[in-house]
């Protein structure tokens, strides 16, 4: 019962390098996004997707890109990275539909990513 | 657009008493649902509680239960009972449909035993 999972959970980088943030899930979901949480914050939406194939950005998309090539997996680039992208990313999955479900978003553990 | 609002920064309370966390929202949809998740220092986000708007009954889970409010815009949380493991930050979110989750700022909760 795996559910969301984030690799890799710590990491450092150097200004300008790029990496990518890995997040699956095993639950069927459609709806996959991330978020990041700045000290004393709420979280904020960086990109989303509701499907294979399907992106779209959210609130501070910027440095960031996001592929769906599968239902599971949605990975985070952050293509060149600075200081201000010091951040935990929480990657997150729901059904896009399903008053089953409640519409509920689940969360991975989170990735801290800290750029020097 | 969609917006969630905590308006207590911090709260505290003495171990096995009762705290109410505050939350309001703004939409203009009739149909969404609203959430109570618990951050603690780990940062997992964990799920306390949710609430369909369409169900007028507050939605209770063991010592965690709402008071939903629609027409007031109004979401709040009651803890009772409180234990030194419900010490977290407490965020309130909203849902409206496939839309995205719309989360407050946050509420850090001591627990004073």
């Known amino acids: 019962n795996a559910g969301v999972t984030q690799t890799p959970k710590f990491q450092v980088l150097k200004t300008g390098q790029s990496m990518t943030l890995q997040c699956a899930q095993d639950m069927n979901h459609e709806y996959m996004s991330w978020y990041r949480q700045d000290p004393g914050m709420g979280l904020r939406l960086i990109h989303y997707?509701?499907?294979?194939?399907?992106?779209d950005q959210g609130e501070v998309p910027n440095g960031y890109n996001v592929s769906r090539s599968t239902t599971e997996d949605f990975p985070l680039r952050l293509l060149s990275a600075a200081p201000s992208q010091t951040s935990v990313y929480f990657c997150?999955?729901?059904?896009?539909?399903?008053?089953?479900?409640?519409?509920?978003?689940?969360f991975g553990e989170g990735s801290w990513l800290t750029v020097v | 657009a969609q917006t969630v609002t905590q308006s207590q920064p911090e709260m505290s309370v003495q171990e096995a008493e009762t705290v109410t966390l505050s939350c309001t929202y703004d939409?203009?949809?009739?149909?969404?649902?609203l959430f109570w998740y618990k951050q603690p220092p780990s940062r997992q986000m964990i799920l306390v509680i949710r609430q369909e708007a369409y169900k007028q009954q507050n939605a209770t889970e063991n010592r965690f239960s709402v008071n939903f409010q629609k027409a007031a815009k109004s979401f709040s949380l009651k803890i009772s009972d409180s234990q030194l493991g419900d010490a977290a930050m407490y965020f309130c979110?909203?849902?409206?449909?496939?839309?995205?989750?719309?989360f407050g700022q946050g509420t850090r909760l001591t627990i004073n035993p």
């Open positions: 997150a999955s729901s059904y896009s539909q399903g008053a089953l479900s409640g519409n509920t978003i689940y």
């Open positions: 979110a909203y849902r409206a449909g496939a839309q995205k989750l719309v």
């Open positions: 997707s509701v499907g294979a194939g399907i992106t």
């Open positions: 939409t203009s949809e009739s149909d969404y649902y």
